[in-house]
């Protein structure tokens, strides 16, 4: 076996909750339409507010997936993550058993998932003092809760973390998993990002100037690369993958939907909570990917870009992505979040899961709401409709107002 | 008397019914919580956390393990609503 087969994982299981649509299937055939999930929010009251939209799950209904019993005290950020890991096992056809359990970790992207949790916690007891407070409702708040839900859920009883680097989580995640398996630590990794919409959330951002539509006389819009953008609209929702090696993932016959290469990332610590108009660190990460796959620009057929209606953010992502191609051709550069909107750790999955897509359907997804063209993202952002498109490799490149960015490759080697 | 203590343990039994996520009916009053219902020590907090809340009582931390039944339960939170009064 030479090296890159040892090291060789694949992605052979796929779970989606999301403003598009609740399991792989429907997730994938609203990115082939251009969905739009953006919609008024209903969660909480946004009335004294400009911004109104999100990409809210209006429809989620965890005890279809998990059953009615167990969810009572649980917050929606752990039962998004534990249907998104439910429809993973399922779709890769794994089973949890006394046999493999050790061998099986979990490893979850979330950063702000337990902000409404702390917060609603803490309302209790000032409203009511002491006596008000549910004990059983205090694990939900602790970052790490989700993930170790999801161990106890399905009785997993390998590693078990929390990766909360903002934007960058799910990514992170990624490659935590792909290193617990090439060290031979894992079999299997359950891998993600999960983020819930709540008001705490929306109302910070939306204070920060953050959200599409918070500064007086903008229309609120989601519209990635176009010129009328002017900020996020945040969205919700969980991907979890099943992670194994390709060698594992062979021996018992599971269908493989391609492979995530090694991660790129860097720090921008020019600034706080603003994109750096430079992009320097997402350049430096795209670079590192590209060369730890041993793969030229050229090589790439589409890139899946975090791209979320914020004016500097789209714009420094296009600018570094198009400077890898000269002016003699534009990349094919589509933003998945004008459909879902902002899920900030989940951001990173919905994008692999988006990749994958792109390699088993070849077929390029769309940026929707787009409209008006700003020369200063010089790419080829596949406007409103999906097309087909030969694709082996895709760049997913994830930039923040946070310092961190990152890239990875997803392709299709592992695919038989 | 006997209504009064009857409506009570229906009461009680309601609520922890929503806490176990059982029926009712299987909250018999001599049916052991860890033993015969599954329960565990987070359950207990909770149910000793909702007891407090509804009645209004407060009720220490000792007693605890002599709330092992829904019989001992509406025994202990009838004495301490009868002490409050």
């Known amino acids: ?122 309302k209790s007891f000032i409203k009511g003092g002491l006596r008000a407070v549910n004990p059983a409702l205090f694990p939900n708040t602790v970052i790490n809760s989700p993930a170790s839900e999801i161990s106890i859920w399905f009785k997993i009883k390998g590693f078990n973390s929390t990766i909360s ?8 995640a990624l490659e935590y998993a792909r290193n617990f398996l090439i060290l031979r630590r894992a079999q299997a990794v359950l891998v993600g990002g999960v983020e819930e919409l709540c008001e705490q959330t929306y109302k910070g951002c939306y204070k920060l100037g953050f959200l599409a539509g918070s500064v007086n006389g903008n229309k609120e819009l989601c519209a990635p690369f176009d010129l009328r953008r002017n900020g996020a609209v945040l969205g919700e929702g969980s991907v979890m993958f099943l992670m194994e090696m390709h060698e594992t993932a ?25 994109y750096n108009p430079r992009g320097t660190a997402l350049k430096k990460a795209i670079k590192n990917a590209l060369s730890r796959c041993n793969k030229s620009a050229n090589e790439i057929d589409c890139i899946v870009s975090s791209a979320n209606s914020t004016v500097i953010g789209d714009y420094s992502e296009a600018k570094i992505i198009a400077s890898f191609y000269g002016d003699e051709k534009k990349p094919i550069v589509s933003a998945v979040k004008s459909m879902t909107g902002e899920t900030f750790s989940a951001g990173g999955a919905f994008q692999v899961a988006t990749g994958l897509f792109s390699i088993n359907n070849q077929c390029v997804t769309p940026t929707i709401n787009y409209k008006e063209h700003d020369a200063r993202c010089p790419v080829n952002c596949v406007p409103n409709q999906s097309r087909p498109l030969s694709v082996s490799n895709v760049l997913v490149a994830n930039s923040s107002p946070m310092g961190i960015n990152s890239a990875v490759i997803v392709t299709n080697a592992g695919i038989d | 008397m006997a209504t009064e203590r009857a409506d009570l343990e229906n009461e009680i039994r309601k609520l922890i019914a929503k806490i176990f996520e059982i029926e009712p009916e299987k909250i018999t009053p001599s049916a052991h919580f860890v033993e015969d219902l599954g329960s565990d020590s987070m359950l207990a907090l909770e149910i000793m956390a909702a007891l407090e809340k509804k009645y209004d009582i407060t009720i220490p931390e000792d007693q605890l393990v002599k709330m092992a039944t829904l019989e001992q339960v509406t025994k202990l939170v009838g004495s301490l609503m009868k002490a409050k009064n």
């Open chain 1, 165 to 172: 680097s903002g934007f960058n989580s799910s990514l992170d």
């Open chain 1, 1 to 122: 076996m030479n090296k890159s087969d040892s090291e060789k994982v694949v992605i052979t299981g796929i779970g989606v909750v999301s403003p598009i649509g609740i399991g792989k299937d429907a997730f994938w055939q609203g990115l082939k339409e251009g969905r739009n999930g953006i919609k008024p929010v209903t969660l909480f009251d946004t009335s004294t507010l400009n911004s109104k939209l999100a990409g809210e799950i209006s429809d989620f209904k965890p005890e279809a997936i998990l059953g009615d019993k167990g969810l009572r005290n649980l917050d929606r950020t752990t039962k998004l993550a534990l249907c998104a890991a439910k429809l993973a096992m399922d779709d890769a056809v794994f089973r949890i058993t006394e046999e493999n359990t050790n061998d099986v970790g979990v490893v979850l992207g979330s950063t702000m998932g337990s902000v409404r949790s702390i917060s609603e916690f803490d």
């Open chain 1, 250 to 274: 062979k021996r018992r016959k599971a269908r493989a939907y391609g492979t995530v290469e090694g991660l790129g990332t860097s720090f921008d610590s020019t600034r706080t909570y603003q």
